[in-house]
């Protein structure tokens, strides 16, 4: 993996944007002018509403992928595992929402094409959601799933060849997860971090701070304001426990960035992937024009672009 990228001013062109994503975005502004700001509805009724079918994005439940469970620090953590023909790896997948939406099986059709695909084991992990449980508890529950992976991956899945990696707030936890592995339990044997529009610094970034309301392109800099107060104090915000950016990077697994140029996170990517490699690891980076948040979840080229690339760097992470 090379640590040479350069960035093309073209690649933040509006030129640059094709027809199929800017109309993608039209239609999500559209559909976010008709809805209500998330941070005016109850956190639990926008579970609800997602569980019901009744929500921005539809999710599915695979019978293939099992339900497992390990003990945290206060009960049982839910784990979604499939485990496709051939392992070569295992990927501990950590989902986004802000820190307080979301649920593992949510991924299960991506997590699915993603195993098949590569040879890799998925263990998804449904870490307690704020504000009921907020910092440090989904930090304590994914770092809880990956000691579990640590120390069973070999009887598990018949392999120790680990890799990491989320969306969102999931990339955040991924990072933290990393972190801690490191500090607290002397593991630095990720193989690789998948690390996708992750937010890393929770008192913003410049583009995420000055995003402010009128492109609802997914986030906004109230909604963003919103996830972060719902999972911790301010006077923890700028904790390199709770915004990695600040945290030592050293002897961190070789990472793939992924970000859309029209992401208010796109700032957490381009000061993550500078800080990486400023403390000697591998990275790469991948920006893709257009692309606002979560855009790899819509059926466009450049979700296509970018899940084949996702696909790639496992696969040369697990040679």
Known sequence: MSNSTILDCKLFSPESISRETSE???????????????YTVPPQKIRDNTEAGKGFWLVKRLDIVEDRSISGPAGNIPLRVFVPETVRGVYLHIHGGGFMLGR?????MAMVQLANNCGMATVSVDYRLAPENPYPAGADDCETAAVWLVEK??????????????????????????????????????????????????????????????????LTTKVMNWFHQNYVSAKKMS??????????????????????TLDPLLDDTLFMHSRWIAAGNEAELAVYPGGCH??????????????????QFFSKQLE
């Open 153 to 218: 991956a070999k009887k598990e899945f018949g392999t120790e060849l680990l890799l990491i990696g989320g969306e969102s707030a999931g990339a955040n936890l991924s990072v933290v997860t990393i972190l801690r592995m490191r500090d607290k339990h002397r593991f630095t044997g990720f193989t690789g971090a998948n690390l996708v529009y992750g937010v890393y610094d929770l008192t913003h970034t410049p583009s995420a701070k000055n995003w402010g309301e009128e492109r609802k392109l997914i």
């Open 239 to 260: 904790d390199p426990d709770v915004s990695p950016l600040n945290a030592d990077l050293s002897n961190m697994p070789p990472a793939l960035f992924t970000v859309g």
């Open 24 to 38: 993608l975005n039209v239609e999500i502004q559209k559909t976010a002018a008709k809805t209500p700001p998330i």
């Open 104 to 108: 593992a099986y949510y991924s299960d």
């Open 294 to 311: 979560a855009f790899n979840a819509f059926p466009i080229g450049i979700a296509h672009q970018a899940n084949k690339k996702m696909g």
